[in-house]
């Protein structure tokens, strides 16, 4: 047990050779005296965090007086400790004569190996989100609401290109003229602005390299060539991503960086053991562990390594705590790969690493792991509902939502996601399960429904009774369901980190519910319908829109044909596009008429269309006695009740018009206010899918829409008389 970290009994041989970081050989020491982390930096009187940062090889210059401290407690003499010591000046590194810009840890711009210190924050931000959005461009938009995350100025838009000047002389080169921008650094889009450097200027795109070339080497069977730039890919990160920038670590692109990094090391961990050097990878696991105590998947290769460098007993005793801190912490016991890792310490069955202390160690043959047993299958849940008949049309937005759900290439781990909006009725489910049953085939491990309830008459779903379903549905046990939204949206996403799952939000009312329902997995897809337009989800976690619009014409005939299947709507095609203009390209409305007509398969639709004249479903005013139209209503009362009354005014104003093409400036007159608070309103109005912006300032509702909102005006403003514009 002499070689309890990297073969510590030849250590001391081995430290005046240079093959050792400064790290490594304090970590050399520090297990030949059998202290933790935690112990070592007490007695020294140092933080853990600093002692973990030198151990990790994140600072390679530590002052002399902690060093000096270091091995006072460590017991070593004179000699050893300036071995110990790091070299007085570390060579350039290739490549460091180059704008280099890191945000693997800290913000970092550096020039010819000078650091170059950003004091002001908007700037750091900045740089740090072009950085993190590299190779591609940052929009206005993702840059105004980094700057701002709440409240932004009204100044905004001249503050940003304040900001990006003082961006451009940050990375403007020495010698170069101070007030003259830098293109070829910062240049401007049609959409926001961009890094213009090569890939290993950037570190997050140097570390994706790096690792994508690791994982290609690990497929070709080259384990020697694929632990080289898998160690070297890890290298790049000197800490947390983005360290002391509170609000960019919660980027989506953030979010997939910190994923990356684990599974780096993950990969970085097994060639290690299969290249039998554990102890090269030992410091970075264990800082890792510390951050993440309840990764499972980080803690069993901890474990793994340390029973190779020859500390079984330290490997056991982290089971027995990850153990209890999964009970406590998740109500779970440890899963199949921490039993397995268990097992394998148990029974010896480990890869010794190449510089064992005694030749009887590499005498000892251990045979190869067993190959594990094949876990049981695991469940491939088909939630998606039937899709609708008769669903025509919508060949476009289908298209769209392959191009952006579906893409070619490898993504850079962001969860592809659309929000498909628009007016109650329209047929945002039915586009979503039509496109969902689809492309079934290009995600095998199944597929995720939801109802969120959100504009329904029950009440919406909170994102945890969500999350209990999923997880039921992914095999999770009742008694094993985690009881706080945190740790099941965690568990969510740990058993999706290695599948392609389709998630069909339906329905949902805020960004609050959607959030914690999203995968960390780059192979799953996230559909959502809503009637809100949620400007937070487009504008902070870049998720795009589709507006879905009414049926056109020729569409709703062929939908009303398809529903008939009897050749009425040829044998009556006038009154069929009567009738049609009267549901205004609606589905919702076009499927009631005709489950009326084929309630009465004896009455035409022209004689239909007469009637409900009659009954006066189609004047101006229509009576309170014609129920054709009540689940069309219905489904409009759901987004209307849930206005303020304000908003409810203004859409009642409506009533006032013919319903196409009104400008703010009308409805400002009707109102008796200004242009500026008319369009304000408006807009908050086709937020919620009530209204439609046709053109810029020019407003349009569909015929049952407008004929709601007549009928909303009659009930309640009856002693203000009507007048058109």
Known sequence: MANRVRGTATADEDLSSGSWSFGERLLSFRGREGLTQRELAERAGVSVRVLRDIEHGRVHRPQTRTVRLLARVLGLDADTARQLAPPAREPARPGSERLHIGILGPLSVRYRGVETHVHAAKVRRLLALLALRYPEAAGLGEITHALWPKDPPRSYQNLVHTYVSQARRVLLLPGGQAGAPAPSFLARTHTGYVLELERDQVDLTQFQDLWARARQAHGAGDAEAAHELAERAYGCWRGPLLAGEPLLPHHPAAMAAARQRVESLLLYTDLSLQVRRPERVLGALRGATEEEPLHEGLQARLMLVLASCGEQREALKIYSEVARGLDRELGVQPGDELRRAHLRILHQELPWPRTGPTTAWAAFDVPAAPRPAA?????????????????????????????????????????????????????????????????????????????????????????????????????????????????????????????????????????????????????????????????????????????????????????????????????????????????????????????????????????????????????????????????????????????????????????????????????????????????????????????????????????????????????????CPLRSV
């Open 375 to 719: 876990s049981p299958p695991r469940p491939r849940p088909s939630q998606t509902p039937a899709a609708s008949t008769g669903f025509v049309g919508r060949a476009a937005e289908l298209k769209r939502l392959d191009r952006l759900l579906l893409p070619t290439g490898e993504r850079v781990g962001q969860v592809p996601a659309v929000l498909v909006t628009g007016f109650p009725g329209v047929g945002k489910t039915a586009l979503a399960v039509r496109w969902a049953h689809r492309v079934r085939e290009r995600f095998p491990d199944g597929q995720l429904y939801v109802d969120l309830h959100g504009y329904a008459d029950r009440r919406a779903l909170h994102p945890q009774e969500v999350l209990a379903s999923f997880l039921r549905a992914l095999g999770v046990p009742d008694g094993e369901l985690p009881r706080s939204l945190d740790e099941a949206a965690n568990l969510y996403r740990t058993l999706l980190s290695d599948r392609r799952m389709l998630i069909v939000l339906d329905n949902a009312r805020e960004e609050s519910q959607i959030r914690p329902l999203v995968p960390g997995a780059a192979g799953c897809a996230v559909l959502v319908t809503s009637r809100d337009t949620l400007p937070g989800l487009v504008a902070r976690d870049g998720v795009p829109r589709l507006d879905l619009y009414v049926l056109g014409e020729d569409e709703a005939l062929t939908l009303l044909s398809r529903l008939l299947r009897s050749g009425r709507v040829d044998a009556e095609p006038l009154a069929a596009r009567a009738l049609n203009r009267q549901c205004g390209g609606l589905p919702l409305a076009i499927r009631l008429l005709a489950a009326r007509l084929e309630e009465h398969p004896g009455v035409g639709i022209a004689q239909l269309c007469v009637e409900l004249q009659e009954a006066g479903a189609f004047r101006e005013l229509p009576v309170e006695t014609d129920d054709l139209f009540t689940a069309v209503h219905a489904a409009f009362e759901l987004s209307y009740v849930s206005l303020p009354e304000p908003l409810r005014r203004w859409f009642r104003l409506f009533a006032r018009t013919e319903g196409r093409l009104v400008s703010g400036y009308a409805m400002a007159d009707l109102a008796g206010t200004t242009p500026l608070e008319a369009t304000r309103a408006l807009r908050h109005l086709v937020g919620v899918s009530l209204l439609r912006e046709c053109a810029p300032n020019r407003f349009s509702l569909p015929a049952p829409l407008l004929r709601y909102a007549r009928r909303l005006a009659l009930r309640e403003d009856a002693q």
